[in-house]
């Protein structure tokens, strides 16, 4: 069964928007045969990268912090696919960035040139072939995202592995209404799932599903005036 690794990296992990999310995209790999661990970063102690490449010099592959990126590093390795979740801070939650730049030990510190550019790759022993972005935004526009995207896209570009597409749903807050998915929401939902299940049976995300899946549920003004109206009363729980 093909493994895969999804790093939900919002500090309210299981009770945000990300989250919610990230449920039926989990159950669309499932659906086509992946085995999929689920970690939330917000319960784990990951240490901040001090920066010092011991893991390339000194020891390589190992790194000089002992916290629980121990027992995820075993588990990276043994994954074909990593999906990165996480809603748009400026740019990305703390606790999402040290995960990212503790992936340091997974890296071969040998580079070469690819399309022009200084690139580097995975450990031979590192068998991950793809990775995916999950996010989530409290702004009405997907364009809110793209310095996660690029950040994402940079992040397999350097570890020479594909990058298998970019979910990205603004206002997501707006999906559910009281608890339960709005009629708009389901239809996001729907293709939530199956972008789950295309990355995992194709490699990659179709362009016609992500443009579903991140579909405007009410228009820019009506948002912005909402949005403003209750600012400071629930603005808390629309980011992630």
Same mark, same amino acid.
């Given at each position: 069964?093909?493994?895969?690794?999804?790093?939900?990296?919002?500090?309210?992990?299981?009770?945000?928007?990300?989250?919610?999310?990230?449920?039926?995209?989990?159950?669309?790999?499932?659906?086509?045969?992946?085995?999929?661990?689920?970690?939330?970063?917000? &319960?784990?102690?990951?240490?901040? +990268?001090?920066?010092?490449?011991?893991?390339?010099? @000194?020891?390589?592959?190992?790194?000089?912090?002992?916290? @629980?990126?121990?027992?995820?590093? /075993? !588990?990276?390795?043994?994954?074909?696919?990593?999906?990165?979740?996480? /809603?748009?801070?400026? /740019? !990305?939650?703390? @606790?999402?960035?040290?995960?990212?730049?503790? !992936? +340091?030990?997974?890296?071969?510190?040998?580079?070469?040139?690819?399309? $022009?550019?200084?690139?580097?790759?995975?450990?031979?022993? *590192?068998?991950?072939?793809?990775?995916?972005?999950?996010?989530?935004?409290?702004?009405?526009?997907?364009?809110? +995202?793209?310095?996660? *995207?690029?950040?994402?896209?940079?992040?397999?570009?350097?570890?020479?592995?594909?990058?298998?597409?970019?979910?990205?749903?603004? &206002?997501?807050?707006?999906?559910?209404?009281?608890?339960? /998915? %709005?009629?708009?929401?389901?239809?996001?939902?729907?293709?939530?799932?199956?972008?789950?299940?295309?990355?995992?049976?194709?490699?990659?995300?179709?362009?016609?599903? !992500?443009?579903?899946?991140?579909?405007?549920? +009410?228009?820019?003004?009506?948002?912005?005036?909402?949005?403003?109206?209750?600012?400071?009363? %629930?603005? $808390?729980?629309?980011?992630?």
């Amino acid at each position: 069964m093909r493994k895969a690794i999804v790093i939900n990296g919002s500090p309210r992990a299981e009770r945000g928007n990300t989250a919610r999310l990230l449920a039926p995209f989990i159950e669309g790999m499932e659906a086509a045969g992946a085995e999929v661990r689920l970690f939330h970063a917000a &319960h784990m102690t990951i240490k901040p +990268c001090s920066g010092e490449l011991h893991c390339w010099d @000194e020891k390589p592959g190992q790194c000089i912090h002992t916290d @629980e990126m121990e027992v995820l590093y /075993p !588990l990276l390795r043994q994954a074909e696919t990593l999906v990165l979740a996480t /809603p748009v801070y400026i /740019p !990305l939650p703390g @606790e999402m960035q040290n995960f990212m730049n503790r !992936l +340091c030990p997974l890296v071969d510190p040998s580079l070469e040139t690819r399309d $022009g550019r200084t690139q580097a790759r995975f450990r031979p022993d *590192v068998i991950i072939a793809r990775i995916a972005l999950v996010a989530t935004s409290g702004w009405w526009e997907a364009g809110n +995202c793209d310095t996660v *995207v690029h950040i994402a896209q940079e992040l397999a570009a350097k570890a020479g592995v594909e990058f298998g597409g970019a979910l990205l749903r603004p &206002h997501a807050h707006l999906i559910w209404e009281k608890g339960n /998915p %709005t009629e708009k929401g389901q239809a996001v939902l729907e293709a939530v799932r199956r972008a789950g299940n295309e990355l995992i049976a194709s490699g990659s995300i179709s362009q016609k599903t !992500l443009i579903a899946a991140g579909k405007p549920l +009410c228009g820019q003004e009506e948002y912005r005036q909402a949005w403003n109206r209750s600012y400071g009363q %629930t603005s $808390g729980d629309t980011a992630e």
